[in-house]
């Protein structure tokens, strides 16, 4: 085979994980190829839109951890490139007081000596105005907390890989993988060979591991992006400086339901639901059900009384989730030198830069940099199908 086709690790997927991993092994001056089905930039994947919310204040101690690093590597990024990746906003932690899920965020929070402030119902509205707090709820605002701005991190990523040396292939399949010391891939185009391979297909994971004789319990959802319209020019905006917010419950939903200041559309709040209904990437907009933007609808009349109760644009994007919401990053059961980055459970963006750097680390056969036992395959067991 020609050696423009040989390479010490292919990545596949050019997603956040992708796009991540590749540039650390770039970094690594490992000869690394990218291959993405689509042409880039696109929008039927995970990691599209302008933003996504960046926090430390997490339930498990091991996410917090992370992020201590990975805010370190993104700012990595944006000196490296020259480019504004993050913008600090402060994110807002509400639910009930007394239930295990808002408790886990605060503890997690001081237990790290992450700086917070923490709301009193007596204070709350004197620092975050046109927000309505449950009663019995409490808020805690986890002051390291902001906004990426998303589309333009994975373009910069991707930059930096090229100018890394590294070769991004767009608009071709993955269409075979043939395990072995090397590996063998087929695309719609081309067939490559890599000592190692990394998995990082998004939504696709488990129509690409079927090749390699095993399926993870992965489920697709396809979230509605909602964004709402402010009543008050003003009110809800990161100029002036209202914070990114995560409600843990509420009496509309046992889901969280997050929000971002306005800021990429003009006067305009991206409020969502952490949940929506099962779908095919294939065919992601046949899913129709709306109820996820029915339960925003009355949380919104109730508690944001600055916004118009009724999305004023929906866009689309899809979460992968694993049953226990962790991520997977572990080797292929049976063929160490391929690589698994699955299962993001709407969560993984702003670990990019770590998981790609765990990814890399995985896919040369170093010891981790962190302990990957919460995100290991085995911890599945009674759900993987495996015909190995
Ligand atoms: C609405 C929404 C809000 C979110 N908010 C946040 C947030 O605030 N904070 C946060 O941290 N995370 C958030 N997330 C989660 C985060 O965006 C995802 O976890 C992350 O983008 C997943 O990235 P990925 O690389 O795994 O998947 P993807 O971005 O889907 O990338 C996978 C890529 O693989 C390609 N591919 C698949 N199969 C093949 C093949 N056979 N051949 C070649 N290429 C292939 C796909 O085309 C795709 O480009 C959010 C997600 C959504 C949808």
């Given at each position: ?137 409490g ?5 390291t ?22 070769i991004?292939r ?11 010391p ?9 067939v ?30 396809k ?6 319209k ?25 889901e ?24 095919d ?75 790609g750097?765990?990814?890399c ?28």
């Amino acid at each position: 085979m020609s050696s423009n086709r040989v390479f010490d690790c292919i990545v596949i997927g050019a997603g956040v994980q992708g796009s991540f991993t590749a540039y650390h092994l770039a970094k690594g001056n490992k000869k690394a190829l990218l291959l993405e089905q689509f042409v880039l930039p696109h929008s039927r994947g995970s990691s599209h839109g302008q933003t996504r919310i960046i926090r430390k204040a997490y339930e498990q101690d091991f996410y917090t951890h992370m992020m201590e690093e990975c805010y370190e590597l993104w700012s990595q990024l944006e000196k490296e490139a020259g480019v504004e990746l993050y913008r600090k906003t402060g994110l807002l932690v509400m639910g009930p007081e007394k239930s295990e899920n808002y408790q886990q965020f605060k503890t997690t929070l001081q237990k790290n000596k992450i700086p917070t402030v923490i709301l009193t119902p007596d204070n709350f509205s004197k620092h975050i105005s046109n927000v309505q707090l449950n009663e019995g709820d409490g808020a805690i605002v986890d002051v390291t907390a902001g906004i990426l701005y998303a589309d333009r991190a994975l373009k910069t990523v991707q930059d930096q890989f090229q100018m890394l040396g590294g070769i991004i292939r767009d608009k071709e399949m993955v269409t075979d993988i043939k395990p072995g010391p090397i590996v063998t891939v087929s695309t719609t185009a081309h067939v490559y060979q890599a000592k190692s391979v990394v998995i990082t297909a998004g939504p696709w994971a488990n129509r690409l591991l079927i090749q390699t004789g095993l399926q993870l319990p992965l489920q697709v959802i396809k979230i509605n992006v909602c964004y709402w319209k402010v009543k008050v020019p003003g009110s809800y905006d990161l100029k002036n400086h209202f914070p990114c917010f995560l409600l843990t419950e509420s009496e509309e939903s046992k889901e969280h339901i997050y929000g971002l200041p306005s800021n990429e559309y003009p006067e305009m709040m991206k409020i969502c639901y952490h949940m929506g209904s099962e779908t095919d990437p294939d065919n992601r907009d046949q899913q129709k059900d709306r109820s996820d933007i029915d339960i925003l609808q009355r949380y919104i009349a109730r508690c944001l009384p600055g916004l118009h109760p009724e999305p004023a644009v929906v866009e689309t994007c899809m979460y992968t989730l694993t049953p226990d919401r962790h991520f997977v990053l572990d080797c292929h059961p049976a063929y160490r030198n391929i690589v698994i980055g699955a299962g993001f459970s709407g969560h993984g963006f702003k670990f990019g830069p770590i998981i790609g750097k765990l990814l890399c680390e995985l896919s040369l056969g170093k010891v981790p940099s962190y302990d990957l036992s919460p995100f290991q395959i085995k911890r599945f067991q009674a759900n993987i199908k495996s015909s190995l």
